[in-house]
């Protein structure tokens, strides 16, 4: 995959189809991709989501191991950890760390579905040291935990719901937006450029930049 096919990514994180093929991370789950969608320029991610483990993953993960090789697919997830639904810790965490072992060995990064438990994300990281960089999507925490997640090397990004102050405050270089298919990434941009005192121009400049650089191949 080139770079310049990634290039127009603002969307991070969603789950239909955006108008304009290409302008968003489409998550597709363990598949199959929609008919035609690569076809037209459409990209992905692919993964377990932590609702749908079930501790019988392995028909799951293969199917993942196939998309995987897929140049349209250019993350893995989301994937990763809630403690409010899904199965128990135990096996949330055995299928997210062979998620963390497919996107290591496709070298692609990582997006992550995390309710109430950053502690785990932020224990793996550090015990696993992966390669890849890991983005938390819908981030709705304060400063000081974005700032926390930060020191320890993963990424936020921010949909329509957020904390104004973690917004405001997120640099630049590691700002990421998403709809997560509940509203357009034109409103969510539009936020953003009024809380942070800048043009919408200016974010969706800033947010491309940032997305391909996340998901070039390295
Ligand atoms: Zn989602």
């Known amino acids: 995959m080139e770079r310049s096919d990634i290039m127009k990514i603002k969307d991070i994180h969603t789950h239909s189809l955006p108008e304009e093929p290409g302008t968003a991370l489409v998550c597709i789950g363990c598949g199959p991709i929609p008919d035609g969608a690569v076809e037209q320029g ?83 990281r550090k015990n696993l040291k992966p390669t890849q960089a890991w983005l938390i999507h819908g981030f709705r925490g304060g400063p000081e935990q974005m700032n926390q997640l930060y020191a320890n090397g993963i990424l936020v990004s921010f949909g329509l719901k957020h904390n104004l102050e973690a917004l405001r405050q997120v640099p630049s270089t590691r700002l990421f937006l998403e709809t997560d298919g509940k509203a357009t990434i034109v409103q969510t941009i539009s936020l953003a450029a009024t809380l942070r005192a800048t043009s919408p121009q200016a974010i969706q400049y800033q947010i491309t930049q940032n997305s391909t650089l996340l998901l070039s191949p390295r």
Do not use: Y
């Open 42 to 124: 459409h990209l992905f991610s692919a993964g377990l989501h932590p609702w749908d483990v079930t501790g019988h993953d392995d028909e799951a993960l293969r199917n993942l191991g196939k998309l995987l090789e897929l140049p349209q697919v250019l993350a893995v997830g989301e994937c990763g950890f809630d403690t409010l639904k899904g199965p128990s810790h135990e096996l949330q965490e055995q299928a997210f760390i062979r998620q963390v072992e497919l996107s290591e060995r496709f070298k692609k990064p990582m997006i992550l579905h995390v309710v109430r438990d950053f502690d785990s994300i932020i224990r793996l």
